[in-house]
């Protein structure tokens, strides 16, 4: 009713428990006929970072630790307002999240040789702080019956402080090949301003309409470091200090115009041209300095070995043809893309003005989308789409980064734009009378001059060199299928998800001064999750069991490794006089196969909670 879009709603959370673990959240409405004001927050350190979260069964969401790394503070407060004229409406929204994270880990990597054996045993802990705002809003203007204008703006900022610390052993055939001890700082700020403004025209009843779309955005960002290291090399009995300091900026542009037009055909069917122009600049500038001695402090000049001013310059037309309908039980549309790619990288402090490195693809693909309705609420859509992507300018940019000397990166300004080819499946039904709700999803991907790792192990040392390279043969297969559905007694409640992914993972291997050699890993990921929940008006009992298996295989070797991740247990909410809830959770979880003894391979995990 019109009176009732009026008034105030008010949701309060809050927890403590032990080791000082606490929560708050707090979410403020206000309603009017044509407006709607909202105000979020929220203060824990149970690693809940997000707003998605906010409001929700918290204990769940929260009390799944690891599912993120380390232990985090966070702190957040966001502002949503929408207003309704008679042909205007606007949509904004500003969000800050604050986080503060320890984290201590301990990895142990096999570096997978055709003949040598290499591990890697290292340690770490750090300290990040960070801050990120985040301000967008929504215009939609409907000028007439037939004509719309839509503005979408969107900031956003985001700065960190990190210190961290850290050891690493290098082995090789057994036999202790180095350790490096290491220290640092990193200050990190950076900002993103997009638009999006685009009209519309209906030009006929029949379905003729056009419509111009123009996106721009802007960015920079600063990151100055500090990197302190001490390695020993023991076949040579060397010892190595490297003490740096990184200034990186990057800043760039893009724009994009997009022109659609939409032709009635006969029969129910449309003819869809579609053309965009995209346009991208970045510029990055990466110096180094040594720590000078006779200074006692970082050289006034740069290392002109690790240092580096780039430029890439990326560019790409996109032609899309295709024929749609929408009938009663299906629609699609279907067609073919034509997308050249061209990219220019230019190095300002080495090449001259007209040594640019240029690199030019042609992409051709169809494109597919096809729904089916099979009833109100059973439908089945197949996806196909191709799609150009740029190389990280990291990758790049043709320096060489020592920061850690047992992993050195030297980058590769001739990579060639990639293009990821993607098929979806998905099927969804929900039976009402039965409250039954089923999705089924298959997916193939596979990318042309894919970016991969091309590696160079030192036997001696110990030392990997790392450099990015267009590679084909990188693909991926997944499929997952889900089930709800109560029992013949309504109160139980069963549900499943099952997931299999199979991936193909390829890359180059070099040992010494030899000649690269492709290697392969064939990557296997299986889930499985299965609850039943006993349901009434006071309480909801669940039991709960899950399985992952990771299955991989790397060519280099021969060598298969299979690692099984359980977890069973229980819930139990409690719905209690004046609105009160009472939250309990406890999980047990084994890991095997991963090599390593101790709390990492077996636990308990107790949550509770009373709002």
């Known amino acids: 009713k019109k ?116 591990i890697n045993l290292g340690t770490s802990h750090s300290r990040q702080q960070n801050h990120e705002l985040v301000a967008n809003a929504s215009l939609e203007w409907k000028m007439d019956s037939v004509t719309t204008l839509i503005f979408r703006p969107q900031y956003r900022f985001s700065a960190n402080d990190r210190e961290n610390s850290g050891f690493q052993e290098g082995w090789g055939n057994d036999v202790l090949l180095n350790e490096r001890e290491s220290s640092g700082t990193n200050h990190n700020s950076r900002y993103n301003l997009t638009m999006m403004l685009q009209l519309s025209r209906k030009l006929s009843r029949l379905g003729r309409n056009v419509a111009l779309k123009v996106d721009y955005g802007t960015n920079a960002s600063a990151t100055d470091r500090k990197s302190l ?167 790049l940019q043709p320096v060489t980064d020592r920061t850690n000397p047992l992993n050195i990166r030297v980058g590769n300004p001739s990579l060639k734009p990639s293009y990821m080819n993607t098929f979806t499946l998905n099927f969804n039904s929900y039976n009402t009378k039965y409250q039954r709700n089923m999705v089924a999803t298959a997916l193939f991907e596979n990318t042309i001059n894919n970016v991969t790792n091309q590696v160079t192990y030192d036997s001696e040392t110990g030392v990997r060199t790392t450099s990015p390279v267009n590679m084909n043969g990188n693909w991926r297969a997944m499929g997952s299928f889900s089930l709800n559905t109560p029992f013949k007694n309504r109160n139980w409640i069963f549900r499943t998800y099952s997931y299999l992914q199979y991936r193909n993972q390829n890359g180059y291997t070099t040992l010494n001064k030899e000649e690269p050699v492709k290697t392969s890993v064939q990557h296997l990921t299986g889930r499985e999750r299965l609850r039943i929940t006993y349901r009434t008006r006071q309480m909801e009992l669940t039991g709960l069991v899950g399985l992952t298996y990771n299955n991989s295989y790397n060519d280099v070797r021969e060598k298969r490794t299979e690692t099984f991740d359980y977890q069973a247990g229980t819930e139990l909410q409690l719905y209690l006089p004046w609105g009160m809830e009472l939250y309990n959770d406890l999980t047990y979880f084994l890991r095997t196969g991963y090599g390593y003894e101790g709390y990492a391979k077996a636990n308990f995990m107790w949550n509770c909670q009373l709002s």
């Open 3 to 118: 009176n009732m879009k009026r008034g105030w709603m008010e949701n309060f959370m809050g927890g403590y428990g032990s080791k000082d673990r606490y929560e708050l959240a707090n979410t403020l409405n206000r309603f009017r006929e044509n407006s709607q004001l909202t105000i979020i927050g929220n203060l824990n350190n149970t690693n809940n970072q997000g707003f998605s979260e906010l409001q929700n069964e918290s204990s769940s969401s929260t009390g799944n630790i690891r599912s993120r790394m380390g232990l985090t503070t966070s702190r957040s407060l966001g502002l949503n307002a929408t207003y309704d004229w008679k042909r205007v409406k606007l949509r904004s929204n500003i969000q800050y999240v604050g986080t503060d994270r320890l984290e201590d880990s301990r990895t142990t990597v096999d570096n997978f040789l055709r003949e040598d054996k290499s």
């Open 229 to 395: 290291s001490t390695t020993r090399y023991f076949k040579n009995n060397t010892k190595k200090i490297q003490n740096q300091k990184i200034e990186d900026d990057v800043d760039g542009y893009n724009y994009r115009v997009q022109l659609v037009y939409v032709e009635p055909l006969p029969w129910r069917h449309f003819l869809q041209l579609r053309y965009s122009y995209q346009y991208r600049v970045n510029n990055s500038d990466r110096f180094v300095y040594d720590w000078d001695k006779k200074l006692e402090e970082f050289a006034p000049d740069f290392d002109e070995d690790s240092s580096n001013r780039f430029e890439n310059q990326y560019s790409n037309h996109l032609v899309n043809l295709a024929i749609r309908t929408s009938q009663k039980k299906y629609n699609y549309n279907i067609g073919v893309d034509f997308e050249p790619q061209k990219s220019v990288s230019h190095s300002l402090l080495s090449d001259a003005p007209e040594d640019q490195l240029e690199r030019s693809v042609m992409n051709f693909s169809p494109t597919v989308n096809f729904r089916y309705k099979f009833s109100k609420r059973t439908r089945l859509q197949i996806v196909y789409r191709g799609k150009g992507k740029q190389p990280n300018i990291r990758d």
